[in-house]
Antibody, heavy 122, light 108 residues
Framework: QITLKESGPTLVKPTQTLTLTCTLS??????????VGWIRQPPGKALEWLAF????????YSPSLKSRLTITTKDASKNQVVLKMTNMDPVDTATYFC?????????????WGQGILVTVST | EIVLTQSPGTLSLSPGERATLSCRAS???????LAWYQQKPGQAPRLLIY???SRATGIPERFSGSGSGTDFTLTISRLEPEDFEVYYC?????????FGQGTNLEIK
């Protein structure tokens, strides 16, 4: 049974760096040809893709945010995926989701975490 | 970047009716790498369709996807009360992966 869960701060100050962790269950990036993506959704708005990491450690980033984003796995077990976003701004207030991609027919997402609402405010 | 435009923005129908949701891409979507998601308030999106027309595991047969190139459609053959949610299309054929702005399917 595949599940994902996001964790991290729910409130950050402008200019700070946000660090979010996605804990994987039922699969690992070290044992399966799969991928994990991060997607965010500002309140009342549409979804926006941020970053993607593959089982072979290949990475992709949204060009508009690439200079601010880093996606990694936390340790050799590859059971956790970490997203870092620098220089946070109030416009970055959103629910951040991580999601599993089976890579069977491209990089779509079939299992999602519940999301974590991050507010950027002084 | 491929821009996805969904129409209509809001669709008002009654249970039992047929719903047709459109997703138009600004450029051709490679390999029909187009997905549809349903989202309920306060929840994560749920995958309905991938590869433009393949139903995800556990998705009822009343949901179907079609299209290729720049024009894609999600059809719900007979609306159930639980279908009145927001629907997003997403292309994953080329980076950056992009989503449409969503269609809100509401009860008439």
């Amino acid at each position: 049974q595949i599940t994902l869960k996001e964790s991290g701060p729910t409130l950050v100050k402008p200019t700070q760096t946000l660090t979010l962790t996605c804990t994987l269950s039922g699969f690992s990036l070290s044992t399966s040809a799969v991928g994990v993506g991060w997607i965010r959704q500002p309140p009342g708005k549409a979804l926006e893709w941020l970053a993607f990491i593959y089982w072979n450690d290949d990475k992709r980033y949204s060009p508009s945010l690439k200079s601010r984003l880093t996606i990694t796995t936390k340790d050799a077990s590859k059971n956790q995926v970490v997203l870092k976003m620098t220089n946070m701004d109030p416009v970055d207030t959103a629910t951040y989701f991580c999601a599993h991609s089976p890579l069977t027919f491209g990089d779509y997402w079939d299992f999602w975490g519940q999301g974590i609402l991050v507010t950027v405010s002084t | 970047e491929i821009v996805l435009t969904q129409s209509p923005g809001t669709l008002s129908l009654s249970p039992g009716e047929r719903a047709t949701l459109s997703c138009r891409a600004s450029q051709s979507v490679s390999s029909s790498y187009l997905a549809w998601y349903q989202q309920k308030p306060g929840q994560a999106p749920r995958l309905l369709i991938y590869g433009a027309s393949s139903r995800a595991t556990g998705i009822p047969e009343r949901f179907s996807g079609s299209g290729s190139g720049t024009d894609f459609t999600l059809t719900i053959s007979r609306l159930e009360p639980e279908d009145f949610e927001v629907y997003y299309c997403q292309q994953y054929g080329s980076s950056p992966y992009t989503f449409g702005q969503g269609t809100n399917l509401e009860i008439k």
